[in-house]
């Protein structure tokens, strides 16, 4: 399929964003797509992919008897396919929603596991820019949930080298409020882009998705969500009593250094009314309040 044909995963974080008009003009030929040739974090996560994946596979066997899992590699087409052996296999997905639109999917590629057969895709991210896999997922969803929806699956792994460090895999699972949420915006481009009328741009410049909070918490990260408690009033009371104990337990460790500084080399107890410090024969200083004792 042509790429002006259907909506692809790496087009889903501009429909998120709300840059229609840069796709739309993208998609029509009015303007060049971005040309990543010569763009060097875009060609060393091209040029290792193959590696990251078998990478990601080994790792999967690794101590099994036998290799329980495989990956068909995907070669990446944003170069006209010129870097692809020609007998090499392209996975693709495409899915049309009720509207008409057409999306397509063309991950890094496919994972399958021999004894279930079950298939999964299989996306490998480099970079140096993110600090954790976490933060990565969350740059990449749109791209994420983009290739569920069109696969039909409800996971994905993703394989992220953070750095030069060995790759950290998570399996992120399909959330039908984020892909609802999603399709909704593609249908919106879609029905501009069918009746060749160039959306209004953009009324504020911004590269992050616009995604509720909610929707962006629905999606599990190897099994677990996280929840926004700010409307959670009891948990929320809990917070300022949280941070005051914590600045108090700093506080209460300067305290005790200063308290075992004041021994002299031949004393071993202080005492007062209210509170008695005592050293071991290890050194150690116990400190003894009227009511309460602790080490």
């Known amino acids: 399929m042509d790429r002006a044909d259907y909506i692809g995963s790496t087009d889903a974080r501009t429909i998120l964003t709300g840059n229609w008009d840069v796709l739309y003009a993208e998609k029509k ?49 944003m170069d006209e396919d010129k870097h692809r052996p020609p007998e090499t296999d392209q996975h693709f997905a495409s899915v049309t929603l009720p509207g008409g639109a057409v999306l397509g999917s063309h991950p890094d590629g496919l994972l399958r596991h021999r004894g279930s057969g079950a298939v999964y895709v299989l996306e490998a991210k480099h970079t140096g820019r993110f600090s954790s896999p976490n933060d990565l997922a969350d740059f990449y969803m749109p791209q994420i949930q983009h290739h569920l ?32 949420h ?15 009328k160039m959306p209004p741009p953009s009324l504020y410049e911004s590269n992050r998705p616009i995604v509720p909070t909610k929707i962006a918490d629905s999606v599990p990260f ?20 949280y941070v005051a104990a914590v600045k108090a337990g700093k506080r209460l460790v300067e305290i005790k250094s200063e308290m075992k500084k004041a ?31 602790e080490e």
């Open 263 to 293: 021994f002299a080399d031949d004393e071993n107890e202080l005492y007062s009314a209210s509170l008695t410090l005592k050293k071991d024969k290890r050194g150690a200083m116990r400190i003894k309040v009227t009511g309460a004792e």
């Open 222 to 241: 190897n099994g677990f969500k996280r929840r926004d408690i700010s409307s959670d009033n009891y948990l929320q009371s809990l917070v300022p009593e």
């Open 29 to 77: 030929g009015l303007r060049p797509r971005p040309d990543f040739t010569d763009n060097f974090p875009v060609q060393l996560g091209i040029l290792t992919e193959p590696f990251h994946c078998n990478w990601v596979v080994k790792r999967l066997n690794e101590g099994a008897e036998e290799p329980t899992w495989e990956y068909s590699f995907n070669y990446n087409i």
């Open 149 to 180: 929806l069109c696969w039909g699956h409800e996971t994905l792994m993703l394989s992220a080298i953070i750095g030069n460090l060995e790759p950290e895999r998570i399996w992120i699972g399909a959330s039908k409020e984020w892909q609802d």
């Open 182 to 196: 999603y399709a909704g915006k593609c249908q919106a481009f879609w029905d501009f882009y069918t009746a060749g």
